[in-house]
């Protein structure tokens, strides 16, 4: 049974929530292996990459199990629930919602069985913009959904499932060129391993091989834990089949690579490796970067654990001031189902991090971060660094000013709340209160990469998305629970499911209709007290 829909978050300040991790997937074939355990232990390591909910499939040849909950890996299995999935294939998940709520139906991997007497497990990183097209194709074919999940997810294999006379490697290869957006696959059935990515490779997929299998995961650092060598990365527009019989690779689509640039940023563990770049060496070539683009005259350089220290190693060595620790994290505070109660609340960020006075005291600070979403959580560490003792506070941020929301897996604030969106730098400086605030440029962040600038996706950055996405309601994380609110489903009839979907393309033209037909609006004049609101701290 689910534990409750509990509020995870990553964040140092829970009111502040800033930019949320894609989900983390898992894959293994190994027969004589104890595969679940090895599913537990890669989910263990991608654990960073979603927090809401945790679940595992598995398959002993004769059917497929999958055991799902709310929490963190950690509280969702145990030892005699590991011991009860056996079998000689599994795939796992690690979830943070970008499409449908945080419910125990929408926790992966989703399961469905065809006619034909099989059954198809899905776990899924990314997230697809044309969900709504696929809902109203699943509609329309008066398919059997999962009445009670409201993710891309589920439609997709929804979708693998309505094939019964194809195998499921056809299926696939008939359903995947039909998405659009960000997807790395794991999927199973009852004797094959699956995975398969979007042919702009948007998300990590790699492939490792074990001893006496194989294994397929969204890090190489998920690999190094259960001992798989690295292999390669699963190829953009391609799907692997992993069987008795061997490895089968099919294109079902032509490579377009756009891999995400916040991966390198934040996203990814510091000891993975994307598109043959370490993460942590990346992070620190960027902090080198930040000190030649923004130098300042300071004593000490500090990061915010964990995403800003390997940023802050890099300045410190470019610039020559030395580096310090000058916060320190709470570990075991994690994500809890626990909501801290108002007096806390009020103290911040101090639940999860608090300076170290006798290192900050007299001293004038340069502090690096990797962003800055809202700017709350900066403007509380700044705070917090004053009443500590600095004398001065200069920001670094070890990415450029993220503008534009996310529509391919990560979930950030929506645009209006983006302080960058409405602030110049200088106002962002103000409003968290630093003395200096330096981002660092877009052609710094890529070449420390070591990418071509052409085969990233760089959207929160420039607001150039890639893949093309639909207009106005047609995207966004609760889509479907709209449909299926207008719908009544599951009761409706296929023809009132797919009218819900037109009637929220209808809402979306006469929105557009409404807009070019009102008059501009007058200027607004602020009121006493409140002209300079937008520009207070």
């Not at 509280?75 to 945080?102: C, K, M, N, W």
């Not at 001293?363 to 009443?387: C, F, P």
Request: with cysteine; aromatic share 6%.
């Amino acid at each position: 049974m689910p534990r409750g829909d509990g509020r995870l978050t990553d964040d140092l300040d829970p009111q502040d929530r800033g930019p949320q991790d894609a989900c983390g997937v898992f894959g293994v074939w190994a027969p004589e292996e104890e595969v679940a355990k090895l599913t537990y232990f890669g989910l263990f390591a991608l654990q960073h990459r979603g927090q809401e909910a945790a679940g595992i499939a598995v398959s002993d040849g004769s059917g497929v199990v999958v055991y799902k909950d709310l929490g963190l890996v950690s509280q969702v299995f145990d030892e005699p629930t590991l011991a009860s999935l056996r079998g000689h294939l599994a795939i796992g998940h690690t979830r943070y919602s970008t499409t449908g709520g945080s419910n125990w139906e929408n926790a992966q991997p989703t399961i469905r069985a065809t006619t034909a007497g099989t059954t198809i497990a899905l776990a899924h990183n990314g997230n697809l913009v044309n969900t709504a097209e696929l809902a109203r194709e699943v509609a329309e074919r008066g398919l059997e959904a999962d009445s009670a999940a409201t993710s891309d997810t589920a439609l997709v294999t929804t979708l693998l499932a309505s094939r019964p006379d194809l195998s499921v490697e056809a299926a696939a290869m008939e359903v995947l060129p039909r998405l659009r957006g960000a997807f790395s696959f794991v999927f199973m059935d009852e004797s094959t391993l699956y995975a398969a990515r979007d042919p702009q490779g948007v998300r990590p997929l790699v492939l490792g091989r074990m001893e006496r299998g194989w294994a397929v995961a969204s890090e190489t650092a998920a690999l190094d834990i259960v001992g798989a060598s690295f292999v390669r990365e699963v190829e953009p527009g391609e799907i692997l089949a992993i069987d008795e019989h061997g490895l089968r690779s099919t294109r079902f689509a032509v490579p377009e690579p756009k891999g995400c640039l916040f991966e390198y940023v934040y996203l990814a563990r510091p000891d993975t490796t994307i598109a043959g770049r370490n993460i942590y060496a990346a992070r620190v070539e960027v902090g080198r970067r930040l000190a030649k683009e923004h130098p300042v005259e300071a004593d000490l350089v500090i990061g915010v654990p964990e995403s800003g220290i390997p940023a802050a190693i890099g300045y410190a060595e470019e610039s020559g001031i030395p580096y310090s620790a000058g916060f320190m994290k709470n570990a075991y505070v994690g994500r809890t189902f626990i909501q801290p109660s108002q007096t806390i609340r009020q103290l911040g960020i101090r639940l999860k991090l608090n300076p170290l006075r006798e290192v900050v005291r007299g001293k004038r600070i340069v502090v690096i971060d990797d962003s800055i979403v809202r700017g709350n959580t900066q403007r509380a560490q700044i705070r917090m660094l004053r009443e500590a003792g600095a004398l001065e506070v200069h920001v670094r941020i070890s990415s450029p000013p993220v503008k534009w929301p996310c529509f391919y897996g990560i979930d950030f604030a929506t645009r209006a709340e983006l302080i960058a969106n409405g602030l110049e730098i200088d106002g962002i400086r103000r409003s968290i209160g630093a003395d200096s605030l330096g981002y660092v440029s877009l052609d710094g962040l890529v070449q420390s990469t070591e990418q071509p600038k052409t085969r990233l996706c760089m959207a929160c950055f420039d607001g150039q998305y890639p893949i093309e996405l639909p207009a106005g309601h047609l995207i966004g994380k609760h889509l479907l629970e709209s449909v299926g609110k207008r719908a009544s489903m599951p009761d409706a009839s296929p023809e009132a499911a797919s009218a819900a979907v037109a009637g929220l393309e209808q809402e979306y033209e006469d929105e557009q209709y409404a807009e070019s037909e009102r008059e501009p609006a007058p200027p607004l004049v602020g009121s006493p007290g409140g002209v300079d609101a937008l520009h207070r701290p």
